[in-house]
Nanobody, 127 residues
């Protein structure tokens, strides 16, 4: 069984919206942190959004997203979401869902903290 399975990627015109979903196994869903990361060809993987689950849920976003993205959960479905609005061509990347079994809150957007990864879903934004 794959612990994380992403879906919802695709092609969209600039200004459009997409919602990515990440279906998680029960154990994986109860990790210390869960988040979304992206990687474009030739660029380093970067944190997009994450939730620290060690206490009260704490949300973290990359400054460059300018409030356009929102991370959320549906606990009944063991599913993590990423709502992406006002998409820009520079948002084009492979998007990954990830879980960190052990997570320090201030490092929630650091991909090195994460040990479980989905297969990725491609997002392409055209102008």
């Amino acid at each position: 069984q794959k612990p994380l399975v992403e879906s919802g990627g695709g092609s969209v015109q600039a200004g459009g919206s997409l919602r990515l979903s990440c279906a998680a196994s029960g154990d994986t869903y109860r990790s210390g942190c869960m988040g979304w990361f992206r990687q474009a060809p030739g660029k380093e993987r970067e944190g997009v959004a994450a939730i620290y689950l060690g206490g009260r849920n704490t949300y973290y976003y990359a400054d460059s997203l300018k409030g356009r993205f929102t991370i959320s959960q549906d606990n009944a479905k063991n599913t993590l979401y990423l709502q992406m609005n006002s998409l820009k061509p520079e948002d084009t990347a492979m998007y990954y869902c990830a879980a960190a079994t052990y997570c320090v809150a201030i490092q929630a957007l650091d991909y090195n903290e994460y040990d479980i990864w989905g297969q990725g879903t491609q997002v392409t934004v055209s102008s």
